[in-house]
Nanobody, 124 residues
Framework: QVQLVESGGRSVQAGGSLRLSCTVL????????MAWFRQSPGKEREGVAS???????SYADPVKGRFTIYKDNAKNTLFLQMNSLKSDDSAMYYC??????????????????WGQGTQVTVSS
């Protein structure tokens, strides 16, 4: 059984930075693709960024150039560095693991393990 635990979310002013972490516990292959998703009240959950076993990444248009996803495979930890934060970035952020190694899909339906989320609030 795999458990994903997010941390790092907090309140921050617009223009600021945050780094989210997601530690994977249990029997997990660090080669699996992983991603960050987010959901704000009244909106559907959306993909933010993903990374595969080769280090290839994919980003949603609203965060390109501001967010960076990366992994520390030795520590089974996924990160999301978020810079130049905007109020629209306020949301619950979730990390997720994919059963494949070679995809950077941001289709949430394909991800089969999820964390509980960490709240990011950006005030203007």
């Amino acid at each position: 059984q795999v458990q994903l635990v997010e941390s790092g979310g907090r309140s921050v002013q617009a223009g600021g930075s945050l780094r989210l972490s997601c530690t994977v516990l249990g029997d997990f292959d660090s080669r699996n693709s992983m991603a960050w998703f987010r959901q704000s009240p009244g909106k559907e959950r959306e993909g933010v960024a993903s990374i595969d076993s080769r280090g290839w990444t994919s980003y949603a248009d609203p965060v390109k150039g501001r967010f960076t996803i990366y992994k520390d495979n030795a520590k089974n930890t996924l990160f999301l560095q978020m810079n130049s934060l905007k109020s629209d970035d306020s949301a619950m952020y979730y990390c997720a693991a994919h059963p494949r190694y070679d995809t950077t899909s941001l289709d949430q339906r394909a991800y089969d393990a999820w964390g509980q989320g960490t709240q990011v609030t950006v005030s203007s």
